[in-house]
Nanobody, 127 residues
């Protein structure tokens, strides 16, 4: 069974940086495209970033493009989200997710396309 465990969340001032990590266990990491999503209080869960199985293709929400970077290390079974120039509106619980059905060089933004989810990590950006 696939397990995803996020880490790296916390409290940071506006303009600061955080790096989230998500480790996958139970299956071969390189067979999954990976995504990051977030959910703020009272709002729906939304797409943040995704990366293909090979790491060649990435995809970002417009709200984070140029500030966030998704990457993966298949040798460490881990996907990362480097978040720079953080804003108070980035405050949310961040979730990583694994997609088994995407092709090697593709990504998806759709929540329904992801098969496994982590428990989430809180990111709070103070103004």
């Amino acid at each position: 069974q696939v397990q995803l465990v996020e880490s790296g969340g916390g409290l940071v001032q506006a303009g600061g940086s955080l790096r989230l990590s998500c480790a996958l266990s139970g299956r071969t990491f390189s067979t999954y495209a990976m995504g990051w999503f977030r959910q703020a209080p009272g709002k729906e869960r939304e797409f943040v970033a995704a990366i293909s199985r090979t790491g060649v293709s990435t995809n970002y929400a417009d709200s984070v493009k140029g500030r966030f970077t998704i990457s993966r290390d298949n040798a460490k079974n881990t996907v990362y989200l480097q978040m720079n120039s953080l804003k108070p509106e980035d405050t949310a619980v961040y979730y990583c997710a694994a997609d088994y059905r995407s092709l090697s060089y593709t990504t998806t933004r759709a929540l329904k396309d992801y098969d496994y989810w982590g428990q989430g990590t809180q990111v709070t950006v103070s103004s």
